[in-house]
């Protein structure tokens, strides 16, 4: 293709207007002609389902809520997907293709995902979405990325009970993150009772049923189950019941403001979590919430989780340098946002082993796709669309980070659908 | 489920309970007393209280950031400057909204609602802009943080402690301007009949902007003091709403006086509800039963009679 318009236009334009233009135009054909031999396979090869790839770009959706109540968790993950894209577009782009996105407000209001998961997929015939943040959202998104066979690549940690061909879930299912976390407290700690905490929706409810089977399995007794309506402020009745019931762990998912309430209330209730009396082990509380709990308010949880800002290693080195530098000295990185960043990179990943970007092609290679760059070590995608990851539990420092106290051996296998915990 | 606990360990679990049903019954006096204000004295559905309550939280954020890069070795007592602040900062954007919004809408009540709720959304997304959407931690002094220690095992939060003393004296400041003072039976007799009051030589439309702006002015200071034992972020307040119009409702619109024993009321069932039950189950109990009482009495517990 790009030979015959060399010859093509040197010639009609070298009659005219003289040898000296022509060959100006000449050679800026030939740079053309390479530069597009660079860009990869052709377009009509790689993209067959109509999506938005030129020969030189791909349209990308970023849907997550920019304003609302969710804003507070969602803007880390925003950051997290533009870092990856313009990394990746740095070293070369996809298929040769510069990553282009296309970012939508979910305003933290579920239909409205919806709708703008819609426009995405039919409007800007974008080749991945890349957001989502709540169970609700993503539940409000499913019908429609299944109706138009899109592919949404979900960040958070979540209840699990779900494998749709049109999600890859970048962020833990509940298993991976409560067996780890309670075996661990039971093997290093000694723990002989819990009690569970929860705000009052799905996530906890579901976890804290799979950590009451285990906890079951293991012949230990919870002491206690306790759920929180969402916003909850004043917690000093469940502190008194704690504090009679004598657990060894507190296992705690309270989300969003209300987490701030709780250990502020703990705290001033004289509850010193460095003594581990009893001890708190969280899988709700990331980096990004100790900002506005206050490290000193928490020092001394431990947080079950697959990240932590802190985790030593030289690519979890290079991604925090590169997300401090783009976004400031004093961002934090959170368990969620450090999901979302590995979604655009499998993404690719899954691309370029399909040699295409139709959706049914990257469906069929998922399973076995690495990331060996991922900040928290090392990810492969299980055939059930989750990630193979490992589990770490962290202990919070009075300046906001964790420092990770251990880590599985083995990466933990996604099991969306425990047997016997549903 | 008190097996095995012996008489003193219940003893102290009770006493800490007690505590926290009057801890939650301050917070609830300090939540509704500026909305108990606005909604009953001038029958304005203020909708955007939550918001200047985190504008009073934001305001205690600023400050404790201010002192302690300023002024460090007086940081321990910056909360009062920033309840000083939060009063008049709030109070001050209360005269503005309502010189600028309310008293356009004075005879469209249900307006009103509209109105403020939309002035939430702003003052929300302003928060967002201005502030970020993550919350931000206001760190206390030291002396706040902690328990008195009773026994070995009561212990009471200094901060609850502290909310209660500001709650107090809110209550009875309220109580003397509102009951004893010259601005506050020109506020009664402007709500009993405005034309009779404005006929004698009462400013009505300046005690409106006072009353909106001491109405929001002691949001402000329930927002810095609730930085204590709640979060501060930009939809914050929407926590604190549901439960204040409850408090007021409850009570009697146009009562003070009710507006408290309504608090008492509902702290007290819920926190022993919460006790016995869990959480989510006190909580729909206790609006059962209210919900109930206001069937029979539909004025609120201390309905003034007024005639019709």
């Known amino acids: ?422 | 489920m008190f097996d095995g606990y012996t008489s003193s360990e219940l003893m102290s679990i009770f006493a800490m309970q007690g505590f926290a049903g009057l801890s939650l019954f301050s917070v609830f006096v300090l939540m509704a007393m500026g909305l108990a204000i606005i909604f009953g004295q001038m029958g304005v559905i203020n909708m955007a209280h939550g918001e200047f309550m985190i504008l009073g939280a934001y305001t205690t954020y600023l400050t404790s950031g201010f002192f302690q890069s300023y002024l460090p070795s007086l940081f321990g007592g910056y909360f009062f400057v920033a309840m000083i602040l939060a009063f008049l900062i709030c109070a001050a954007l209360g005269a503005l909204v309502e010189w600028l919004m309310i008293r356009r809408l004075y005879h469209r009540p249900l307006d009103t609602l509209l109105a403020t709720w939309g002035l939430s959304l702003i003052m929300q997304q302003a928060y967002r802009s201005i502030f970020g959407a993550r919350e931000v931690g206001v760190e206390l002094p030291e002396w706040m943080m902690g328990a008195f220690q009773v026994t070995d095992l009561v212990e009471l939060p200094i901060n609850g402690l502290f909310v209660m003393i500001i709650a107090l004296s809110i209550a009875v400041g309220v109580y003397l301007l509102m009951y004893r003072s010259g601005y506050g039976k020109k506020v009664r007799a402007v709500v009993q009949n405005r034309p009779m009051a404005e006929a004698v030589g009462i400013n009505s439309a300046g005690i409106d902007r006072a009353t909106f702006a001491l109405g929001c002015g002691i949001a402000g200071i329930a927002g810095a003091a609730f930085t204590m034992i709640g979060s501060t972020g930009p939809s914050s307040g929407q926590a604190y709403i549901v439960d204040t119009f409850l408090v007021v409702v409850f009570g009697g619109a146009q009562s003070l006086i009710g507006t408290i024993v309504s608090a008492f009321g509902i702290s007290q069932a819920q926190s022993t509800m919460e006790f016995f039950l869990s959480g989510s189950m006190a909580k729909v109990l206790t609006l059962l039963v209210v919900v109930g009482i206001l069937m029979l009495r539909p004025e609120g517990l201390m309905a003034l009679k007024v005639r019709r």
């Open chain 1, 1 to 422: 293709m790009g030979t015959t318009e060399i010859t093509a236009s040197g010639r009609s334009i070298g009659k005219g207007l003289g040898f000296r233009k022509s060959l100006m135009t000449l050679a800026a054909s030939v740079m053309l002609a390479t530069s597009a031999q660079a860009a990869g396979p052709s377009t009509a090869e790689v993209n067959t389902t109509g999506l938005a790839v030129t020969d030189d770009t791909v349209t990308v959706g970023i849907l997550h809520s920019i304003t609302g109540t969710m804003a507070i968790s969602e803007i880390g993950s925003v950051q997290a997907e533009k870092l990856a894209i313009e990394q990746i577009n740095a070293s070369g782009g996809v298929l040769g293709r510069e990553i282009k996105y296309v970012q939508e407000d979910g305003a933290s209001d579920w239909p409205t995902f919806a709708e703008k998961s819609r426009k995405l997929l039919r409007q800007d015939d974008v080749a991945a979405i890349f957001g989502a943040w709540t169970s609700a959202s993503r539940k409000a998104i499913l019908p429609v990325i299944e109706q138009y066979n899109g592919m949404l690549y979900y960040p958070t940690f979540y209840e699990g009970l779900e494998q749709s061909p049109n999600v890859i879930y970048t962020g833990q299912e509940a298993t991976q993150q409560i067996l780890a976390g309670i075996d661990w407290a039971v093997k290093e700690k000694g723990a002989k009772s819990f009690y569970l905490l929860g705000s009052d929706y799905i996530w906890p409810r579901t976890s804290n049923k799979i950590a009451r089977k285990h906890i079951d399995k293991l012949g230990l007794k919870v002491v206690g189950e306790e759920y929180y309506p969402l916003g909850h402020t004043q917690f000093n009745s469940v502190i008194n019941k704690i504090k009679l019931k004598k657990p060894d762990v507190i296992f705690a998912s309270v989300v969003g403001g209300s987490n701030v309430a709780f250990y502020k209330q703990m705290k001033a209730a004289g509850v010193d979590f460095t003594e581990e009396k009893p001890l708190l082990l969280t899988i709700s509380v990331t980096e990004d919430e100790i900002r506005g709990i206050g490290g000193e308010n928490v020092e001394g949880i431990y947080a079950s989780m697959k990240y932590f800002q802190s985790l030593d290693n030289p690519n979890n080195q290079e991604f925090v340098a590169a997300f401090k530098e783009t976004y400031g000295d004093d961002m934090v990185i959170g368990d969620v946002t450090q999901a979302a960043y590995l979604g655009p990179w499998l993404w690719k990943a899954a691309v370029e082993k399909a040699g295409s970007f139709d959706i049914d092609k990257i469906r069929e290679v998922f399973a076995g796709i690495e990331f060996k760059k991922a900040p928290e070590g090392y990810v492969r995608i299980h055939e059930n669309h989750h990630l193979w990851s490992k589990t770490r539990i962290g202990r919070a420092q009075t300046d906001g980070q964790y420092q990770v106290v251990y880590e599985t051996e083995e990466l933990m296998e996604p099991d969306p659908f425990p047997e016997g915990y549903q």
